[in-house]
């Protein structure tokens, strides 16, 4: 169910607000660019800064807007255990199909502590889960053992993994089973992820490229290497571009540049700054996205 790319959606601000009507246009425009997925509430859609109404009201909008045509996975995670099964449950109610948990960040939890925290929201929801490697966000790793152990549990169904490490990525794909899905989350290690075993991607730079996103994946999928790595290359620029700042300070700004948004973005993060808004301009012309 959570394989191909799936687009780690910014979320629109419009005067302080979510901005709804933005938000349901760039559902439809990734589905038409033929995504696998949609992903509200992630780092890339500034879920830290999202009340928790304006968290439910944005799962609930991206629901609505995908109508069934493509699954919908809502970033739920916290470093509170119980506020992560209540984020859950909300999510599941509003009709997500599933959920993608960050490693609960800023209390380190050991190996076990992490393995409770996510039986215990799996337990308590009885939902599909996604679990989340970001040590760089987390201050924590989930070493691939544990991600084996929590692979047995019929709740949880895949990882999405951004450690950017590929031995030990390499690691969990031989450690865990064929149908859980370990998806790329970083851009650049799209490629590489799918020649070890991975199945996707959850992704930011499909906010802008989904189609050669997407291209690029079933190109892989279909022998087609050539056109795998040609394609790898032709967007590592764009990959490069979006993370010359703090994720989502960039994609935010080059959703912005083509019209489909405000370029409103919440504090503590800050507009991108002017030397990289020139670059990032200069990267979207030449891969013909302005």
Not at 118 to 132: M, R
Request: hydrophobic share 45%.
């Amino acid at each position: 169910m959570f394989e191909g790319i799936l687009t780690a959606l910014v979320t629109p601000f419009r005067d302080g607000e979510v901005d709804e009507s933005a938000l349901a246009s760039l559902v439809e425009r990734q589905i038409a660019a033929g995504i696998n997925g949609l992903v509200p509430c992630g780092s890339t859609g500034e879920s830290a800064t999202l009340s928790h109404a304006e968290h439910s009201r944005v799962i609930e909008l991206v629901v609505s807007a995908a109508a069934g045509r493509v699954p919908v996975v809502a970033g739920t995670g916290s470093n509170n255990t119980r506020e992560a099964i209540e984020l859950t449950r909300k999510a599941k109610e509003a009709g997500a199909d599933g959920a993608l948990l960050l490693s609960p960040y800023y209390n380190k939890p050991t190996q076990a502590g992490i393995v409770a925290h996510y039986e215990a929201v799996a337990d308590a929801t009885l939902f599909p889960l996604v679990l989340y490697n970001i040590p760089g966000r987390t201050a924590s790793n989930i070493a691939p053992e544990t991600i084996a152990r929590l692979a047995e549990h019929p709740h949880i169904v895949g990882v999405k993994e951004a450690c950017g490490d590929l031995d030990q990525i390499a690691h969990v794909i031989a450690a865990c089973p064929d149908d859980f899905a370990v998806v790329s989350g970083d851009d650049a290690l799209l490629l590489p992820m799918l020649a070890i075993g991975g199945k996707g991607g959850i992704s930011t730079s499909s906010n802008v490229v989904p189609a050669e996103l997407c291209e690029l994946e079933r190109a892989w999928r279909a022998g087609d290497s050539s056109r795998a790595r040609e394609l790898h290359y032709r967007l590592l620029p764009i990959f490069d571009i979006l993370f010359c700042e703090t994720n989502p300070i960039p994609v935010k700004a080059a959703v912005a540049l083509t019209g489909a948004i405000g370029d409103e973005i919440r504090l503590p993060l800050t507009p991108i700054s002017q030397p990289n808004r020139e670059r990032l301009q200069a990267v979207l012309k030449e891969a013909g996205v302005l």
